[in-house]
């Protein structure tokens, strides 16, 4: 491979100050002029000898690949430095993280639009902050394979969020580079962890720029052990993005409120008024990042917690911005808790056994007078099959729904989940997907709101929402 350094750094030597294997020696250290009677180790220079084999582990490649830095920022920073001289062509993304106009800028670069001859590195933020964009991993392979002399900078700050990383096609082109951070999934932002992933050959040459100081030993420290057990990394990155995100995307979509698809832990947004909108919800308790690059003017970008912090969030979102009234909502599980189920198939499919159980419509009216909103949801395994065709359940839906309304009972909303437990759709509780709709819909008062059933499924789905759970009617709050 061509060596694409800056030829004066090839021809530097390194500074590696002899410090591994201090802290276990036994003798007095009189090698650094540190202070000699301190006896927490903090006097010491950190040593971290193993630690980018540790860190090589856990991105699958040799520890030789690996240059750990204070923070991917210093990361980013290191490959400016190596590769960009004054004058030199970079192409950087817009609007994007603004590490990267500051690094071009202190180099003297020259920020270009087109991939041009002179074109020394091409900046790919991969998911982009702040759009959340993702690169496709073929068109970084594309670039890489067509401009073999171009550096291709790959930040992957957000890469365990979006389970996509370009380490794989550094073997075959090694003119990629990629930072990557303990900041954001591994949450350690304080200590100023990160790391970049290279050739081995590019990392001999960046170590020549960074000190050999640079790391901490808390930073060093903190990584040893999130690396020994990064189950909590997976778990958290797992609720952001597979329930947490698509909550907040699914209250964005039922409220036309557009917003950029997002493969990171953040969703970019347009309210009207965003900056109004900001100021609110600054009051409110929530920080979001108003967007100022002309391309994107007027949009905010919100973080991704986790699932409780994200309904909590739409629920102030509702009240201050969209200026609607917190709403009691009362759920109601259907066969078992309203009506009679059938013992023998737990099917109500015959309007003969439809039957209201005793105290529903009491109950029902009851809460209707204090204001709550009734709503009804309910599994209907396989409705629509031979098995359970529709027009059966609609006519004891129907019968249902008349004995309410002759007691002057409405039901706002009935939600039915019609699939089979194989289908694993997100919408049979306990799963929350048909309520968290409708909690897109209202400004939830968490404290009235309840969901009452006669099936664990009933409680798990309430507890999953952060509601009351009453198994039976005579639990209500009538
Ligand atoms: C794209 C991107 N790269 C790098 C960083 C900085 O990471 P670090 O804390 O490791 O310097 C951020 C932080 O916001 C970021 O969004």
């Not at 020696?25 to 540790?54: C, H, K, M, S, W």
């Not at 920022?73 to 970079?90: K, N, P, S, T, Y």
């Not at 090694?174 to 304080?190: E, H, M, Q, Y």
């Not at 078992?336 to 013992?343: A, C, K, M, S």
């Amino acid at each position: 491979m061509k060596n694409l350094v800056l030829k004066r750094i090839q021809q530097m030597c390194s500074y590696n100050p002899p410090l591994d294997g201090r802290a276990a020696y036994r003798g007095v250290l009189l090698d650094f002029n540190e202070r000699t009677i301190a006896t927490t180790g903090l006097q010491r220079y950190p040593e971290y000898g193993d630690l980018a084999e540790q860190v090589g582990n856990y991105v699958q490649v040799p520890g030789s690949s690996i240059l750990v830095t204070n923070g991917s920022d210093q990361g980013i920073d290191l490959i400016f430095r190596a590769f960009v001289e004054v004058g030199d062509g970079v192409v950087l993304p817009e609007p994007s993280f603004a590490m990267f106009k500051q690094c071009a800028d202190i180099q003297g670069a020259c920020i270009v639009r087109q991939i041009k001859p002179n074109t020394k590195l091409i900046v790919i933020c991969n998911p982009n902050n702040p759009t959340g964009a993702l690169t496709p991993l073929l068109t970084i392979e594309a670039l890489a394979k067509t401009n073999p002399n171009t550096i291709i900078l790959i930040d992957e700050a957000y890469a365990e969020f979006s389970g996509v990383t370009a380490i794989p096609l550094m073997t075959q082109y090694p003119n990629i580079i990629v930072t990557r951070t303990f900041s954001k999934a591994f949450g350690l932002a304080s200590v100023r962890m990160g790391y970049i992933v290279a050739n081995s050959t590019y990392i001999q040459e960046l170590k020549k720029i960074m000190g050999p100081y640079d790391l901490n030993s808390a930073g060093v420290t903190a990584v040893r052990v999130a690396l020994a057990d990064t189950s909590y990394v997976t778990s958290y990155v797992q609720e952001v993005m597979q329930q947490a995100k698509p909550l907040v995307e699914l209250f964005f979509r039922k409220n036309s409120i557009e917003y950029y698809p997002s493969q990171a832990n953040f969703v970019l947004f347009k309210p009207d008024q965003a900056e109004h909108v900001a100021q609110r919800l600054e009051q409110a308790g929530y920080r979001l990042r108003l967007q100022r690059h002309p391309s994107i003017a007027g949009t905010l970008r919100v973080s991704i917690g986790t699932v409780p912090q994200m309904r909590r969030f739409i629920n102030v979102y509702q009240q201050v911005i969209l200026q609607r009234q917190p709403q009691r909502i009362a759920l109601f599980d259907r066969d078992g808790t309203l009506v009679y189920e059938p013992e023998s198939t737990k099917q109500l499919d015959d309007v003969k056994d439809v039957r209201l159980l005793p105290g529903v419509i009491p109950a029902l009216q009851g809460l209707q007078a204090q204001g709550y909103l009734l709503v009804m949801v309910s599994n209907q395994d396989g409705l629509g099959t031979v098995a359970f065709p529709q027009v059966k359940f609609a006519a004891c839906q129907e019968l249902i729904i008349q004995h309410c309304k002759a007691a002057g009972v409405t039901f706002a909303e009935v939600l039915i989940c019609p699939h089979l437990p194989t289908a694993d759709c997100t919408c049979r509780k306990p799963k929350t997907g048909l309520i968290d709709a409708l909690f897109c819909d209202y400004a939830v008062d968490y404290v009235a709101t309840f969901l009452c059933g006669d099936r664990p499924t009933d409680r798990q789905c309430a507890d999953a929402l952060g509601i009351t759970f009453y198994p039976s009617l005579t639990d209500l709050p009538l």
